[in-house]
């Protein structure tokens, strides 16, 4: 079975602190993603990477930076919190695809307050 | 870029046919998907179509017109398991080094009621 684990399901943090995220798949993935879901505003992809130690820019990188140093394991990092952070974090992973992302499979989620 | 439209809720009732469209506007077009999401948890893939037409899988389809920049999922025999928000979603090539991200429309909330 397909599987992606992000170590937090919960966390609470206090402004200005440094914020780890941690997603690790097991399938092999070349692609990994991370999103963030935001009541009325949806999934918005914050930064993607599509091999080791590549990634790129979503739509709102702002605040956030990424670490992808094995093929199995994505980090998401706020170098220092903010309460406009406090949201859902998704991270995703899925098999390199011709001009496509391919099917993306998601974690359980990680549910960040920030206050 | 990409901009992608659905309704933002929908209410049927079960046994019912309830369709949720989704328009979209791409720079370059590479396939829909739609997925699915329960509340409180994370999204599951349900379709994804790449030519013109109807694609169905059990309860489920997906159609496609890609001339009209248009889908939806038709779900029949609705079950209260079905109340979930049903997301569109449209690849597009990142201007960054040219690899591909998923965009989601906003979600549609739909609620199976008895």
């Known amino acids: 079975d397909v599987k992606v684990t992000q170590s937090s399901r919960y966390l609470v943090k206090r402004t200005g602190e440094k914020v780890f995220l941690e997603c690790v798949q097991d399938?092999?993935?070349?692609?990994m993603f991370w999103y963030r879901q935001d009541p009325g505003l949806g999934l918005r992809l914050i930064y993607f990477s599509y091999d080791v130690k590549m990634k790129e820019k979503g739509d709102i990188p702002e605040g956030y930076s990424v670490s992808r140093e094995k093929k199995e394991r994505f980090s998401l990092i706020l170098e220092s919190a903010s309460t406009n952070q406090t949201s859902m974090y998704l991270c995703a992973s899925s098999v390199r695809a011709y001009k496509n992302t391919g099917e993306l499979f998601f974690g359980e989620g990680s549910r960040l307050t920030v206050l | 870029g990409q901009n992608i439209d659905q309704p933002t809720e929908m209410t049927a009732t079960e046994g019912a046919i309830v369709q949720i469209n989704c328009t979209y506007q791409?720079?370059?077009?590479?396939?829909l998907f739609w997925y699915q999401q329960h509340a409180g948890e994370a999204p599951t893939f349900l379709s994804y179509?790449?030519?013109?037409g109807l694609e169905e899988k059990g309860r489920f389809s997906s159609f496609l017109s890609r001339s009209k920049g248009y889908s939806y999922l038709l779900l029949k025999e609705l079950q209260m398991k079905d109340s979930a928000s049903y997301l569109c979603a449209a690849p597009s090539r990142n201007s960054g080094a040219g690899s591909y991200q998923l965009t989601f429309g906003k979600g549609t909330k739909l609620s199976v009621i008895p």
């Open positions: 791409t720079s370059g077009f590479n396939g």
């Open positions: 179509n790449v030519l013109d």
């Open positions: 399938m092999d993935h070349e692609n």
